[in-house]
């Protein structure tokens, strides 16, 4: 009786945890909208007047690539992040497939004065090998964080196609 207590008591603690930890990965890691309806496609998106994507908190935004484009080596990316972001003038990019490998990460630096509250553009580009188990991926962008204080992580998701 008293092992079964133990058990059941256990399996509501790792449920608890679990919640926990989902709560708060989705309050820390902002991810742009998936739908493919949301966004104009490949041939649009050669237009000037495509927004930039923005992240929950308005702080950072990705001019290039948008969300569910089909993207191929060497991936261009640029946007601009509010001060914030920034450490010593840059921030880390990673690139990773759906099984979480990282295919490349470099950092995205400021084009301008970072210190700042405003807006400063960034731009950067990574190269990559296109992986041939996987057709989608995840581009993201992780808020410099010198602290290493875990409430001050913040990433930003763009999924993306590998050509």
């Known amino acids: 009786m008293q092992l079964k207590s133990i058990g059941i008591f256990t399996l509501i603690l790792a449920v608890i945890v679990l919640a926990w930890a989902a709560f708060v990965a989705k309050q820390r890691v902002y991810r742009s909208p998936a ?7 490949e041939a649009e998106s050669v237009s000037t007047s495509t927004p930039p994507v923005k992240n929950v908190g308005d702080t950072l935004e990705v001019e290039t690539p948008i969300p569910n484009t089909s993207i191929r080596s060497p991936l261009r990316i640029a946007g601009r992040a509010k001060g914030s972001w920034y450490f010593e003038g840059q921030f880390l990019v990673q690139l990773i497939d ?11 630096r400021a084009s301008s004065e970072w210190p700042e509250e405003n807006f400063v553009p960034f731009s950067l580009t990574l190269e990559f090998a296109t992986p041939t188990t996987t ?3 995840l581009l993201i962008l992780k808020k410099d964080n010198p602290s290493g204080d ?4 913040i990433m930003f998701a763009i999924p993306v196609k590998f050509k």
């Open 35 to 41: 739908s493919p309806h949301a966004y104009p496609t």
């Open 135 to 137: 057709p989608t991926g």
């Open 98 to 108: 759906t099984k979480g490998n990282v295919l490349a990460e470099a950092p995205a």
């Open 150 to 153: 875990p409430s001050q992580d």
